[in-house]
């Protein structure tokens, strides 16, 4: 199988988020609001601490490249929400349950609001790539990693922490329910493929 160019590996995976209230509950201490990772790399961690104080943390995916074959215009990273149970003004808040976007572009916002009063939000991440693109795009995977540090039952909802999904699926569900019972959630995410 034919590996991946030069060019996919100067390809950056984004994300970038902004606190519309406390912004202690987003980020994490001195932490960048536009955390980006080259390929087979892990982005910088991430602190999702929402809780009942004011506002949330929205939040937004991208991916950066450049020099790339013209089929790549048509690769999308894609996010999906649902809310769990009740409480769905924690989640989303007006934004489409599935946000994706092209390359060198961003998702829509998403806001994260949860807090005791809910049940947690859902999400999912996917790398979409068009079906007749080449072998190795194809077999790429996005894939997220967590941890707490306080509190699991805030976080998760995959056991060991890790998920990674092969492209045109999603990964599996991601659980946010963070509250104000302590701590908070650490997220990461890469695009990886076998070089």
């Known amino acids: ?7 996919f590996f100067s390809t950056k995976l984004c994300y970038e988020w902004n606190a519309d209230g406390d912004g202690n509950q987003c980020g994490g201490s001195g ?10 790399e892990w982005t910088t961690y991430y602190n999702d601490d929402s809780d009942s104080r004011g506002g949330g943390c929205q939040m937004r995916w991208g991916i950066e490249s450049v020099g790339y074959d013209n089929w790549f215009d048509n690769v999308q990273i894609c996010f999906r929400w ?9 989640c989303g808040q007006g934004v489409d349950n599935d946000l994706c976007a092209t390359i060198n572009d961003f998702t829509n916002y998403y806001r994260d609001d949860t807090d005791s009063t809910s049940k947690g939000c859902q999400m999912q991440w996917k790398l979409s790539v068009p079906i007749d693109s080449p072998q190795w795009i194809q077999n790429t995977q ?22 990674c999904a092969i492209a045109n699926s999603f990964t599996a569900p991601y659980i946010d329910h963070t509250a104000g019972s302590g ?13």
Do not use: H
């Not at 199988?1 to 060019?7: C, D, E, G, T, Y």
């Not at 932490?31 to 087979?40: D, I, Q």
């Open 183 to 195: 701590g908070g959630c650490y997220m990461r995410w890469k695009i990886f493929v076998v070089t």
């Open 31 to 40: 932490v960048s609001t536009k955390l980006c990772a080259y390929v087979n």
């Open 1 to 7: 199988m034919k590996l991946a160019p030069n060019w």
């Open 82 to 90: 649902s809310a769990v149970g009740s409480g769905s003004d924690q």
């Open 142 to 163: 996005f894939c997220y990693e967590w941890y707490t540090n306080d509190n699991q039952g805030q976080c998760g909802g995959v056991f060991n922490g890790v998920s």
